[in-house]
């Protein structure tokens, strides 16, 4: 069936939002990647075990996670133009204080600032793709702005390093800190809600049209908030993504060390070899987008066309996790890691595509948030679980066999606890003006 054209306004805010989503999200990420590429200058100068770098890198990681809770439900009630734009602000200048710390707890200080200053990042641009497009167009624009979670790490090994050996870990903080700033002053300038932009009835039945039911004229409230908990999508979500970012910090927090470590490559060498992994998985990010809105098209449901490369993905990753566990190649290990990346894209980017269509419009930040809570306990788990894994064998073979693991049961989480039907706004206590069936789901 062939849809309208999407009005020339709608294109031009989709355009601007995408943009800066990918920019604000390449930054996020470049910036978590500070301390992993400055990790043995950083243990030298403050006399650090790798048990203790794990400690540090899961710091960040346990106040995103916490953060997320009460991060997302602020998106929805205030918006992402000024919640995003306060996280920007405030994780900005959290690097930069990153670069004048001179103790391990000063620096736990900085990076629990981070954290929480990034919480809002991804919720939010989930919550800006809920609202600027038709729930048949979100899968590709989900997979490009969640691209920016494996481009900042693509950029990040050969920017930082550059600027590391040029000025020093320190400067190189500082001036990652400085130049988030600016992006928080472009995006709270450049970005307006779809409310703010006065939208015609037009314009606005385009990206209500094929809805099962429009969204609600309320924000969220905390009763609301408090029920999502009790469906099983919800848990599904928060069980499901817990592997994928688990399997994401794994080679986040720790490609680095590993190549420096199991596979004996130089510092040098090692900011270039590491960007290739995250390359695959700005490809793997778009490509499971373009999938999923051909899924949608060919007639699967809003939720089974996100499941499929979600549970495909988390497969694919534990395979060619334990192909890399496994080889003694230095070549091989670094193809396998790229190709867990590559999946690890399409199937994080394929977790907040499912958030989108899984929730009212007025709580997808809410549910988004609570699906990156459970991703990031895992997350934050990666780091130290690897760090002691690694410090009492000595290899990161095991550490790889358990993210393995860790991956297929995620993906048992999303075939068997997530069911195919969204939360409805009456099941929360929110009286739909209509509701519009879609047609038959597959």
Known sequence: MAHAPVPPRIRRGQTSALVLLVIAGTLNYVDRAALSIANPLIREELCLSIADMGLLLSAFLWAY???????????????????????????SLAQAAAGLVGSFWQFVVARVFLGAGEAPMFSGAAR??????????????????????????????????????????RWMFVSMGLLGIVVAIVWYTVYREVAEAALSPGEAHHLTEGEEEPPPAQHVTLAEWGQLFGFRVTWGLILGFFGIVYMVWLFQAWLPGYLEIQRHMSIRTTGFVAAIPYACGVVGSIGAGWVTDRLMAGGFSPINSRKLPIIIGLVAMAVFTFVAAKTPSNVVAVMAISAAVFFAGGASGMSWALASVAAPA??????????????YVGGALAPTITGFIVQATGTFVPALLVGAAIALASALAYLVVIPNRPIRSAELGVIAPSVRPTGVAM
């Open 128 to 169: 800006v793709v809920r609202d600027w497009w038709n729930v048949r167009d979100r899968g590709l624009p989900t997979g490009i702005w969640n691209c920016a979670s494996s481009l900042g790490p693509t950029i990040a090994p050969p920017l930082l390093t550059v600027l590391m050996i040029s000025f020093g870990w």
């Open 65 to 91: 996670a916490f953060s997320q809770l009460p991060g997302g439900a602020m998106t929805d009630r205030l918006g992402p133009r000024r919640l995003l734009g306060l996280g920007l602000f405030v994780w």
């Open 362 to 375: 007025h709580c997808t930040a809410s549910l988004g948030s609570i699906q990156n809570f459970g991703g």
